[in-house]
């Protein structure tokens, strides 16, 4: 039984460029949430959708959107990189809400 | 605010020793606390999830205790192993309009040496 996957497993970018990171739920999950996890802290909640529709949203600027096809899997898309964004994106799944979630290995970002 | 503090940043302990984790919180609406392993580069994987009516849950050789009234909770590995050298996270989740939202802390950095 596949866990969460999540692609690509590593990405440099670019300072100004455009990002789009993939993920693709446990089989069933219908919920799936990102976040952003800079070097030496704990993750930070970016979004969160259920269903195809955004049901919560992190202290995170325009510049970070993000979209759940009908397949429950999402892409999470950047624009206008910052040096800052440098980061591992771990996306998780869960049957609904965030009780039982489950991460996938995440993506690391370099923007140089 | 809501926050989640963790305590030590970090610990250096010998192969076959116990050590206890600290997380203090201020979250509210509390909804559940969960702590979580994360391994070098890779993602968090659930321990334990606890409740608000929760004192204490057990998985394997981690317990996991919570104080409500205080608003503080515990990790405790025993008969440490090599495979245990990690981050350790531990997670509050707020209820807000209908979905719970996760405050995380910033994590204990668990080396374990033979």
């Known amino acids: 039984d596949a866990g969460v996957t999540q692609s690509p497993t590593h990405l440099i970018k670019t300072r100004g460029q455009q990002v789009t990171l993939r993920c693709s739920p446990i089989?069933?999950?219908?919920?799936v949430s990102w976040y952003q996890q800079v070097l030496g802290q704990g993750p930070q909640f970016i979004f969160q959708?259920?269903?195809?529709?955004?049901?919560g949203r992190g202290n995170f600027p325009d510049r970070f959107s993000a979209r759940q096809f009908p397949n429950y899997s999402s892409e999470l898309n950047v624009n206008a990189l910052l040096l800052g964004d440098s980061a591992l994106y771990l996306c998780?799944?869960?049957?609904?809400?965030?009780?039982?979630?489950?991460f996938g290995p995440g993506t690391r970002l370099t923007v140089t | 605010k809501n926050q989640v503090e963790q305590s030590p940043q970090s610990l250096i302990i010998l192969e076959g020793k116990n050590c206890t984790l600290q997380?203090?919180?201020?979250?509210?609406?509390?909804?559940?606390l969960r702590w979580y392993k994360q391994d070098t580069g890779r993602g968090p994987v659930s321990l334990t999830i606890?409740?608000?009516?929760?004192n204490t849950k057990s998985n394997g050789r981690y317990t996991a205790t919570l104080d409500a009234d205080t608003k503080q909770s515990s990790l405790h590995i025993t008969a440490s192993q090599l495979s245990d050298s990690a981050s350790y996270i531990c997670?509050?989740?707020?209820?807000?309009?209908?979905?719970?939202?996760?405050?995380f802390g910033a994590g204990t950095r668990l080396a374990v040496h033979p």
């Open positions: 998780a799944s869960s049957l609904v809400g965030v009780y039982e979630q489950y």
């Open positions: 089989s069933g999950h219908k919920s």
């Open positions: 959708y259920y269903e195809k529709e955004e049901r």
């Open positions: 997380c203090n919180y201020t979250v509210s609406p509390f909804s559940n």
């Open positions: 606890m409740t608000f009516s929760e």
């Open positions: 997670v509050v989740a707020l209820e807000t309009g209908g979905y719970n939202k996760l405050i």
